[in-house]
Structure formats: structure tokens, C-alpha cells
């Protein structure tokens, strides 16, 4: 009872007189009546808030008016040269003066962002009313919402935080940026009696509204082609509805005068027909929706790749609710100390699981048609239609996020984002196109997740000469794949010892909630010895496992015999495998502690080969009837149209998110249900995009380059005209 009482007191002298009270409570226990020391230690995080914290305290509204006239003096007096402060002075002396009797002046005040709790948990963005600040209309200028942070840089301590603090002021709009950080830097000196000489204590930032974003020529060019891909779908769908009315026609009027011999005989279409009928949203609807599959009994990579793919977009969405999370800190904490949720965090793998899907695929169908066309292969037509397959839709979505999407929402954090795809990728787009943008720069951050499109392009470039040495002496190319593989884990093995390298989940799971914990680009002797996740050796291992899969379905034609025991004992094997490697460092991830340097190194080497092997097992034994009720699920043919959304699913989805999260007007606290909510939101908003993507850029352009490009001899899905088994070919 009576530490209720006492525990009681304290939250009441928290209550009433603020933070100060983090100054006395530091997590230890004190007796009752003990007094604080002058020299006690005060809490850490509080040591790095306090110039922040002096400034934005209650009352700190009133305070700021009453000292920014004097701040705006001295910086005249100082700073006379500054061509923008007579304005800004002048507009900051209406608003002022206006606040007394002006709706407009209450509504830029009390659009401020306020102090909040939960600051030590992750809350330190207090962003206000940005459309509030936006409206209010004043006599010679308008309300200009900016975000003043602290520049934790030059503060202690402040690793421990999710991001820097920062706060909504609405300010008149004549004042620039460098104005209004000059007035809070005095307002800051006049307040805490902190002389901030050379260092920043504090930096406005003022997002441009939408209107005022500037128009570039990546704005024109995306315009541009989205007008021409509507164009030509629509001439496509309406030339195919005219070509099928007429071909119904034709065979009523068939019908009736019994003429089999015309029947029997279809028309060949021009070849300018047929290029402007692969535009039709009719037809590349069809194929799309359908639940056909010409993958034979490879029919189950289909549900192993789309449900890899909702794999991959749950663990963004837990990497990207960052980006407008409050409470950060204890948001993630929660998530990492509940064991359930490591496939989350542990959601890396399912990348691996498509260069195991590419290399099984380029493998089985390659070894078919080396078969059918007597081991003869156009290595230079197969680089271009792999290049034509993947590129258009890629191209576009560059394209878009370059322009055409700053156009499409506002906010206070709105003009921040969209802007950014065009900076980032300006100047270095061409190394996606190019696909070494894993390589080149050090640190390429347009369209980042599309790391894996380089990588597999890069493998696809090694492939056409395994699978010709495979095929003329079966020993050697398998040696080939095989030593490829060690070679992959020695490299990703030495490597971490070197470092010392932790395992990617660990190394990631301890910077969730650091959103700036990169703070300067890599050179390449760093990204050369510390990076066995983005390069293409560290993955190698994978690959090539999958090719070796291949080429046991395409020796056994899917039909390898297996002993009951053994198929027990590989089940039992491959399932516990999984389930170590997914959930094995639940301790470590929930701690924050680092692995054994020892076991680092083993499981850096071993973990992504594992479980390859794993997943070759599964797809191997559904292949060969030894999967039961896995075979029937990843069967279901609800997944087969799923499957064909995959590769524009994967292009945009990360657009989808950030564009949810940067167009809220405040930040959100995140909690179970609203992570699952904006999952599954944003998931099927992304499906519903990747059809119009599919429809409208990538099937076309597919279908396109088979008729322009010669056909790869010997190649069933040319033969049969159905594209499910190019598609799997071009590894989605």
C-alpha cells in the first residue's frame, strides 16, 4: 500500500510539472523522502532531449511570440544582409498583432504541433495541423507549414531514439527556411542560455504543397507514355472486339451452309494485326484471370511464388510502418519479443526462395529445349527476350515514381517523399536498366528493393553456358553447379569472419526503429567486405541449387521413387530445418544481443543453403506424389492468376506503402490490428494495381516481343502458343 501511495505522488509530480520529472526517476529504486543530489546523473535520453525539450514545453507557444520580435532584431542587427528577413520580420509582426482579434492568426496557432507523451517510446514527431496551418489565408501572405528538428547529431545519446524530434510550427509564408531557423536558433539561445556558436542545435524543414512542386521533364515524358500505353490498349481492345464479333459471324454463317472447308481453315492474320491485337485487354485479360496452367506438374511453383510474395510484402509493411509510426520504440520492442512473430522479422528468406524458384526453372526448361533443338541454343536471342520481358513494366515504374507520382497526393511529409525518387534516381536510373544497380553506386537507393531483379539478371547472364556444358557432359556441369555452390558459402563464410558479420535478421532486427542509421554512403572496400546479403556471390549458393533441383526433374521427368521412410525422414528433416533457421535467433532478435562470432560464421555459411535444400526437397517430393495435402494446396487453381501478378506486384507494392503512410496528415500508433489492417489494405490495393500493370504494360510487350522476335526453337510454350511456361521461364 504504501508504495501504491508513493508510485501514486510521483505520477502526479510527473503530471504537473512535466518532464522534468525524468531528472529524478532513472529506473532505480529510492527510498521515500530521499533528495536528489545537484550532482545526480539525470536520465540519458533526457540529457539529449533537454535543448528540445526547454524550447517545446508547455507553454512554450507563448514564449516563442514573445521573444521571435527580439530574436528577428538581433539577426537584423547581426545579419542585416539577409534579403528575406525584412519580409518574414514583417509578417511575423502581423501575425502577432492579429492573434488578438484574426480567425486566421488562431488558426495558424493553433495549428502548432504540441508536446506529447510517450516520448522515450519512440514519440518525438509532434506534427500539428498541417491543412489547418495551409488554409489560413492572412492579410498579405498564408499560413506555410514547416517541421523544426533537432539535430541529433551533435547530441549525446540520441542512438537510442527511432528518429530525430521534431515539431509542426506554421509560419507566415514570406519567411524562408534558413530565416526561420535562424529565429529558432535565438529563440533557443534567449531560452536555455545555450550558446550554439558553430553547432546546429535546430533546422526547419518546409515541404512544398503540391502546387508548388516543380514540373520536370519526368513529369512530361510519364504523362506522355501513360497516354500512349492508354492509346494503344484501347485500339488493341477495340480492333480484337471487332475481329471477334466478325470471326462469330463467320462461324454462324458457317454453320448454316455446312462449309467444314473454311472451317477448317483459319485466316493467318497479318503480322500488323497481330502486333496491335497484343494490346488487347480482352485477350491479355483472359490469359490473366485464367486457372489454366501449362506447367504440368510444376503447376505447384505457381502457389509457392505468389504466397513468397505476400511473404515478402509482410515484412515490409513491418520495415514501412517507420515511416509513420509513433510509440516506434515500444511498437517494435512488443514485436520482437513475441516469438510468432519471427517469420515477420525473419521474412529475408522468401527472396531466396525466388533465385531457388529462377535457377530450378531456368534448369528444367532449358535442359528441355537443349533436348528438343539438339543441344543448340541462341544465347544472344535469349538475353534479348529476357531483357524485353522484365524492362517496359520496370522502365515505367521508374518513370512514375520519378514524376507522375508527386502528383497524386499532398500532406506534410508528401512533397518529402515523391521528390525524393526523382533526386535518388536521376541521375543513376540507367544502372537498373542496366541491371548493376547492386553494384553501381555503392549505395543506390532508386527503387532499392529492386536489388533482386540485378542479381537474377546477373545469374540468367551465367546460365545459357551451365546448362550447354550440363547437356553435352552431364559430370561436368553438374561439378560446375556444385562447386559454384561451396564456393558461394565459402565466400559468404570468410566474409564474416572478417568482419566480424552478423546474420542479416540480427543486424536488422537491431536497427529497426533507427531510420537514419545509415549516415554516410559506403565505399567499395566496405560493401566488398561487409555485404553477403546484396551481391551476387552471397547468393550464388541458392541459385545454383535450384539449377541442380532442375535438372533432377527434368532426369527423373518429375517422377522420382522415393522409400516410405525416406520420404518421412526428408519431410521431418526439411520441416524442423525451416523451423530452426526462421525462429533459431529468437533469442538474440529479442534481446538485441549478438550471435557468437563462432556461430556467426557457421550459420552465415550454412543458413540460405539450408533452406534452398529444404524447399528443393518440398518441391521435389509434391513433384514426384509424395506432398499429400502441400501438393493439393499449392495446387489450388486460384493461385495460377495470382502468379502471373507476382514480377508487378514486386515493382510496386513499396510505392503503395509509402504513399499510404506520407500522405497522413499525423503519425499513427501502430498496433497489432492496425498492422494486420494495413497488410491486407495495402496488399490487395497493390493486386488490384499489378493487374492494370500486367493488363496494360507487361503482358502487352511480352506478347509483343514473340511476335517481333524470333521464336527459341524447340521451346513447348512457342510451340503450344500458351505463355504460363515462357512466364516461369522469364522467373517472375
Known amino acids: 500500500m504504501r508504495f501504491f501511495c508513493e508510485t501514486t505522488l510521483l505520477l502526479l509530480f510527473c503530471f504537473c510539472y512535466g518532464y522534468n520529472c525524468l531528472e529524478v526517476v532513472d529506473g532505480s529504486s529510492r527510498k521515500t523522502g530521499e533528495k536528489q543530489s545537484a550532482e545526480s546523473k539525470p536520465n540519458k535520453e533526457f540529457i539529449a532531449f533537454s535543448p528540445f525539450m526547454q524550447l517545446f514545453s508547455d507553454g512554450y507557444f507563448d514564449d516563442i511570440l514573445g521573444t521571435v520580435v527580439q530574436a528577428v532584431k538581433s539577426l537584423d542587427e547581426n545579419m542585416g544582409e539577409e534579403p528575406n528577413m525584412k519580409t518574414c520580420r514583417k509578417q511575423w509582426l502581423t501575425f502577432i498583432n492579429d492573434l488578438q482579434s484574426q480567425p486566421y492568426a488562431l488558426r495558424m496557432a493553433d495549428s502548432w504541433g504540441r508536446k506529447k507523451s510517450g516520448i522515450l517510446d519512440g514519440n518525438v514527431e509532434w506534427m500539428g495541423n498541417y491543412y489547418e496551418c ?41 519567411c524562408s527556411e534558413n530565416s526561420i531557423t535562424k529565429i529558432f536558433h535565438e529563440i533557443l ?35 506522355a507514355v501513360t497516354c500512349v500505353v492508354i492509346v494503344l490498349n484501347l485500339i488493341g481492345t477495340f480492333v480484337d472486339f471487332i475481329t471477334r464479333h466478325n470471326n462469330a459471324n463467320d462461324k454462324k454463317v458457317s454453320e448454316r451452309t455446312d462449309n467444314y472447308a473454311t472451317k477448317s481453315q483459319p485466316t493467318k492474320r497479318p503480322r500488323l494485326l497481330k502486333m496491335v491485337l497484343c494490346f488487347s485487354m480482352i485477350s491479355n485479360g483472359e490469359k490473366l484471370l485464367s486457372t489454366n496452367s501449362s506447367g504440368g506438374s510444376l503447376g505447384i511453383l505457381n502457389g509457392i511464388r505468389f504466397l513468397s510474395t505476400a511473404w515478402v510484402a509482410l515484412g515490409h509493411v513491418f520495415v514501412d510502418t517507420q515511416i509513420g509510426t ?31 524458384l529462377g535457377g530450378l526453372l531456368v534448369s528444367y526448361l532449358g535442359m528441355k529445349q537443349l533436348t528438343n533443338t539438339n543441344g543448340r541454343m541462341n544465347i544472344l536471342l535469349t538475353y534479348i527476350h529476357r531483357f524485353i520481358r522484365i524492362t517496359p513494366a520496370y522502365a515505367y515504374v521508374i518513370l512514375f515514381s520519378m514524376g507522375i507520382l508527386k502528383l497524386l497526393g499532398s500532406g506534410p511529409q508528401w512533397s518529402n517523399f515523391p521528390v525524393l525518387p526523382h533526386y535518388v534516381c536521376q541521375d543513376v536510373w540507367w544502372t537498373n536498366l542496366l541491371y548493376i544497380n547492386n553494384f553501381f553506386p555503392s549505395l543506390n537507393v532508386c527503387m532499392a528493393w529492386c536489388w533482386y531483379l540485378a542479381v537474377d539478371m546477373q545469374f540468367y547472364l551465367l546460365t545459357p553456358f551451365i546448362l550447354l556444358a550440363t547437356y553435352r557432359w552431364p559430370r561436368v556441369g553438374i561439378s560446375l553447379m556444385v562447386f559454384l555452390t561451396i564456393a558461394s558459402m565459402a565466400v559468404c563464410g570468410i566474409l564474416s569472419a572478417l568482419g566480424p558479420i552478423q546474420p542479416p535478421v540480427i543486424v536488422n532486427s537491431q536497427s529497426i526503429g533507427l531510420l537514419d542509421a545509415v549516415s554516410e554512403i559506403p565505399t567499395y572496400d ?65 534481446t538485441d544481443t549478438d550471435l557468437d562470432t563462432g556461430l556467426a560464421i557457421i550459420y552465415n555459411t550454412f543458413e540460405k543453403p539450408v533452406y534452398g535444400l529444404c524447399l528443393s526437397w518440398m518441391i521435389i517430393a509434391c513433384t514426384s506424389g509424395y506432398g499429400g495435402p502441400v501438393t493439393k494446396f499449392l495446387n489450388w487453381k486460384f493461385f495460377n492468376p495470382l502468379s502471373r501478378l507476382t514480377f508487378s506486384f514486386y515493382l510496386i507494392h513499396l510505392l503503395v506503402l509509402m504513399w499510404y503512410f506520407v500522405n497522413r496528415n499525423n503519425m499513427i500508433h501502430c498496433q497489432t490490428i492496425d498492422f494486420i489492417f494495413i497488410y491486407i489494405g495495402s496488399f490487395l490495393i497493390s493486386l488490384a494495381l499489378a493487374f492494370l500493370l500486367c493488363l496494360t504494360i507487361e503482358w502487352p510487350t511480352m506478347e509483343l516481343a514473340k511476335v517481333l522476335l524470333p521464336s527459341k526453337r524447340g521451346d513447348p510454350s512457342d510451340r503450344d502458343g500458351k505463355s504460363d511456361q515462357k512466364k516461369l521461364l522469364k522467373q517472375q
Not at 489565408?137 to 540520441?158: L, R, S, T, Y
Not at 510509440?327 to 531466396?352: A, Q
Open 326 to 356: 509513433v510509440y516506434l520504440l515500444s511498437s517494435t520492442r512488443y514485436l520482437k519479443s513475441k516469438i510468432v512473430f519471427m517469420p515477420i522479422i525473419n521474412f529475408y528468406y522468401s527472396v531466396d526462395t525466388f533465385f531457388l
Open 189 to 223: 539561445s534567449f531560452k536555455s542560455n545555450i550558446n550554439t556558436g558553430n553547432t546546429t542545435l535546430l533546422n526547419v524543414q518546409c515541404p512544398l504543397t503540391t502546387e508548388q512542386l516543380e514540373w520536370s521533364a519526368a513529369d512530361t515524358l510519364g504523362i
Open 526 to 590: 566496405m560493401k566488398f567486405r561487409y555485404d553477403i546479403y546484396y551481391l551476387p556471390w552471397a547468393r550464388l549458393h541458392v541459385y545454383m541449387i535450384g539449377m541442380l533441383t532442375g535438372y533432377v526433374l527434368f532426369a527423373t521427368k518429375g517422377k522420382l521413387t522415393i522409400p516410405k521412410w525416406l520420404v518421412v525422414l526428408g519431410w521431418l528433416v526439411s520441416a524442423g530445418s525451416c523451423f530452426a533457421i526462421i525462429f533459431g535467433l529468437y533469442p538474440q532478435t529479442s
Open 134 to 174: 495551409i488554409e489560413a489565408k492572412g492579410p498579405d501572405f498564408n499560413g506555410k507549414w514547416c517541421q523544426a528538428f533537432m539535430d541529433h547529431k551533435h547530441e549525446p545519446n540520441m542512438d537510442q531514439l527511432s528518429r530525430p524530434p521534431s515539431v509542426g510550427i506554421c509560419v507566415p509564408s514570406g
